[in-house]
């Protein structure tokens, strides 16, 4: 098993490019997550997919779309990057609600 | 909603001395409490975790100690190494399928 995958690594924009960041678990897990990670500022939540077909916004979702395209794939756009969205971004992954997440690897992203 | 509180932001150790790490929670329907560790450049990693129903874990240098009544829980680790080094962060799941995360310790072991 892959566990979470994430494309891709790193990634350079200039404010007012668009982009998606994808994510991907082989492991019939039900919720998915993204959280964009920030110095001193621990795991933010953007947006999280409680199951198939469904997507809530989190905690900073602003600037930020998601699809959660099949169980397996769950993908952020930045419509129009924006240097605050400078970050390292993480897709994780949980098979029930009070179960281990599971961490993809990160992109980390910087908008000049 | 659940807040976790997690203290403190950094902590400095010698080698082979203890840690403590502490998190404090809001929601008392919170029943899963996982600490991940994330080393430089990493992705967190879960290292120990426990539910509601349970009082203390150990696995081998690591325990996990939780105080419903008192909403804290923390992280014990033993005979630091500096393979230890990293960012511990702790977290708080109600089964509302957002786990809730401290903002993280900065763990530094001196040789």
């Known amino acids: 098993n892959a566990g979470v995958t994430q494309t891709p690594k790193f990634q350079v924009l200039k404010t007012g490019q668009s982009m998606t960041l994808q994510c991907a678990q082989d492991?019939?897990?039900?919720?998915m997550y993204w959280y964009r990670q920030d110095p001193g500022m621990g795991l933010r939540l953007i947006y999280y997919?409680?199951?198939?077909?469904?997507?809530d916004k989190g905690e900073v979702p602003n600037g930020y779309n998601v699809s959660r395209l099949n169980k397996r794939e769950f993908s952020l756009r930045l419509e129009s990057a924006a240097p605050s969205q400078t970050s390292v971004y993480f897709c994780?992954?949980?098979?029930?609600?009070?179960?281990?997440?599971?961490f993809g690897p990160g992109t980390r992203l910087t908008v000049l | 909603g659940e807040n976790v509180e997690q203290h403190p932001s950094t902590l400095s150790v010698q080698e082979g001395d203890s840690a403590v790490i502490k998190c404090t929670y809001s929601?008392?329907?919170?029943?899963?409490f996982p600490w991940y560790k994330q080393e430089l450049g990493k992705r967190p990693q879960l290292i120990i975790d426990?539910?509601?129903?349970?009082g203390e874990k150990k696995d081998q240098r690591i325990a996990v100690t939780l105080n419903k009544t008192a909403k804290h829980f923390s992280l014990h680790i033993t005979e630091t190494q500096p393979e230890d080094s990293a960012v511990y962060f702790c977290?708080?799941?109600?089964?509302?399928?957002?786990?809730?995360f401290g903002r993280g310790t900065s763990l530094i072991v001196h040789p």
């Open positions: 426990i539910r509601s129903n349970v």
């Open positions: 997919s409680a199951s198939e077909g469904t997507t």
């Open positions: 929601d008392s329907a919170s029943n899963y």
């Open positions: 977290a708080a799941s109600t089964g509302s399928y957002i786990p809730t």
């Open positions: 492991m019939n897990h039900n919720s």
């Open positions: 994780a992954s949980i098979l029930g609600s009070t179960d281990t997440q599971y």
